[in-house]
């Protein structure tokens, strides 16, 4: 049950139901309103608040936040598609690790903006690139040897041969884009390489990047084991 303070974990005893776990502040809840919540097949629900993406587990009794919320639900989309199937269990396991740096964090107007015109002109908008290149040396500075990839619609075409490439690295970072793209100095400055995963037109980089995951995730011991 859901909260102002928290979240309550009810279970029918004597044919009635009895408040058995509470998860509040004290175990790093925030008491503030939820936008929503739902339960995973793992019977483990998921609270999205104005402070982050939460995920309890009732049988660990794991609180765990899955960061910041960017406005557009790009980030908590991520975070909450890693929770399932095949990835959710690998990440579980340990087998990878899987974190996430919102560029809004590193926006300077009160409005957190980090999109605006392409830099020489050009059609829509595209993500600026001083906060990307602030996000960008966060990760750095969590993976600081990561190769860093940037999911592009023009970039090399994705094949499985890249991905057993990337899944012998030890550390990878993945940028992705939102509008138009991304500042082109921001990809000459930055970017190692950029890969394509389909000759299509998506609304942002969120889905392709989640491919990669499980597509490298998938090539892990321990994955499929």
């Given at each position: 049950l859901q909260r102002q303070s928290g979240l309550v974990h009810y279970v029918a005893r004597g044919g009635r139901?009895?408040?058995?776990?509470?998860v509040d502040s004290a175990h790093g809840m925030p008491a503030v309103g939820a936008s929503g919540m739902r339960v995973?097949?793992?019977?483990?629900?998921?609270v999205s608040t104005s402070r982050g993406?939460?995920?309890?587990?009732?049988?660990t009794?794991?609180?765990r936040r899955h960061g910041i919320r960017d406005g557009s639900g790009s980030q908590e989309f991520v975070d909450h598609a890693l929770g399932f199937g095949v990835l959710g269990r690998a990440l579980e396991r340990g087998v990878l690790?899987?974190?996430t740096v919102n560029p809004r964090q590193f926006a300077t107007d009160v409005h957190k903006t980090v999109d605006d015109r392409p830099y020489g002109g050009g059609p829509g908008m595209v993500l600026k690139a001083e906060p990307l290149r602030l996000a960008m040396a966060e990760a750095a500075a969590r993976v600081p040897?990561?190769?860093r990839v940037y999911l592009a619609a023009d970039g090399a075409p994705l094949k499985q041969r890249?991905?057993?490439?990337?899944?012998?690295?030890?550390?990878?970072?993945?940028?992705?884009?939102?509008?138009?793209?991304?500042?082109?100095?921001f990809v000459e400055q930055c970017v190692d390489?950029?890969?394509?995963?389909?000759?299509?037109?998506?609304?942002?980089?969120e889905l392709p990047a989640l491919m990669v995951i499980d597509a490298v995730a998938r090539l892990l011991p321990g994955t499929l084991g």
């Open positions: 139901w009895q408040a058995a776990d509470r995973d097949l793992r019977h483990r629900p998921w993406l939460y995920r309890y587990d009732p049988r009794r794991n609180l690790a899987v974190d040897q990561a190769r890249k991905v057993a490439e990337l899944a012998g690295l030890p550390e990878l970072v993945l940028v992705a884009g939102r509008y138009e793209g991304v500042d082109e100095r390489e950029s890969v394509s995963v389909g000759d299509v037109v998506l609304s942002g980089g």
